[in-house]
C-alpha cells in the first residue's frame, strides 16, 4: 500500500508514535522515528520495524527547537529524497487538577504550547517543501478529545490540543492540494503515561461505552487509514474514542 513512500513520526521511541511506524512500514513505508531524549529506546525501536534499520532510521531533535527540526528533515531528504507523510505524535503533558490553578506552574505550561502546538507548526513548516515534491503529501496531527470535551490532564493541555485542532484546519485550506493535512483525535489510550493514572484510567473506562481505553494500534490504524482510504480527507477531526464523547 505504502511500498517506496516515506513516513516521519515525531516522538515515536514507543506508545502511539512507536505504534503509527511499525503500522506505516508494515504497509510498505520507510520510516523515520524521533525522539528528544531516549536515544537508546529509539535506536532500539527502530530494530522492531519491518525490514530493521536497512529499511529504516531515527533521529534525535526536539520539536521545539526550529534548528533541529530542519536537521531532521534534512537528513530524511539526504538518505530517501522525499517525504510522503508527517505525523506529528510529539508531546508532553502533567496531571493537574482543572481546579488547582495554582498547580499548572507557567513552566509547565509554557513547554505544553512549545511542544504541543508550536512543535506541530515548525515540522509542517521545515517539511512543506519535502511534502510537496511528490503531492498529495499527507500531514496527521495527533490531537485528543480533550480539544472538544476539555477533560484531560490539565487545562493547558486541553486548550494546546484545541488549537492543533484550529490548526490543522487552517493548513489545510491553505496547503491544499499539494499537502492533506488531518487530525486524529483520540481518548485516553492505555501507554506507559497513563498506566500511572489508576484512578483515571478506571473513571474513564466506566464512561466508554466501549468498556475499555483505546490502544497505540487503534491509534495507528486511523493514521493508516487517512494515507491509504481516506484520499479526499482534509481538515478533518477524526475521532478516535469507542464513544466515549457520548456519555
Request: with cysteine; hydrophobic share 45%.
Given at each position: ?36 531524549r531516549?536515544?537508546?529506546e529509539?535506536?532500539a ?12 532510521g ?12 530542519s536537521?531532521?528533515m ?23 487538577p ?22 506541530v ?34 487545562v ?18 491553505a ?6 493535512i ?5 481518548g ?10 489508576k ?45 466515549r464523547?457520548?456519555?
Amino acid at each position: 500500500m505504502l511500498d517506496g513512500r516515506v513516513a516521519l513520526i515525531t516522538g515515536s521511541s514507543r506508545g502511539i508514535g512507536l505504534a503509527i511506524g511499525r503500522e506505516l512500514a508494515r504497509a510498505g513505508a520507510h520510516v523515520m522515528l524521533n525522539c528528544d531524549r531516549s536515544v537508546g529506546e529509539v535506536q532500539a525501536a527502530v530494530g522492531t520495524l519491518p525490514g530493521g534499520q536497512d529499511r529504516h532510521g531515527w533521529f534525535q531533535a526536539s520539536v521545539e527547537e526550529p534548528a533541529g527540526v530542519s536537521a531532521m528533515m534534512a537528513e530524511v531528504d539526504r538518505r530517501w529524497g522525499r517525504l510522503d507523510i508527517l505525523v506529528n505524535n510529539a508531546g508532553v503533558t502533567r496531571f493537574v487538577p482543572h481546579h488547582d490553578l495554582e498547580a499548572l506552574d507557567l513552566d509547565l505550561f509554557d513547554r505544553i504550547y512549545r511542544v504541543n502546538l508550536r512543535g506541530v507548526f515548525l515540522c509542517i513548516r521545515a517539511a512543506r517543501v519535502l511534502l510537496e515534491r511528490h503531492p498529495p503529501g499527507l500531514v496527521v496531527n495527533i490531537s485528543s478529545i480533550a480539544a472538544t470535551t476539555a477533560v484531560g490532564s490539565n487545562v493547558a493541555y486541553c486548550a494546546s490540543k484545541a488549537a492543533v485542532v484550529n490548526l490543522t484546519q487552517s493548513l489545510a485550506r491553505a496547503l491544499a492540494p499539494a499537502i492533506r493535512i488531518n487530525a486524529v483525535s483520540p481518548g485516553l489510550i492505555d501507554t506507559e503515561l497513563t498506566q500511572g493514572w489508576k484512578e483515571y484510567r478506571e473513571e474513564q473506562i466506566a464512561k466508554n461505552p466501549m468498556q475499555r481505553l483505546g490502544t497505540p494500534e487503534d491509534v495507528a490504524a486511523a493514521v493508516l487509514a487517512l494515507a491509504t482510504l481516506l484520499p479526499y480527507a482534509n481538515g478533518m477531526n477524526l475521532v478516535l474514542d469507542g464513544g466515549r464523547c457520548l456519555t
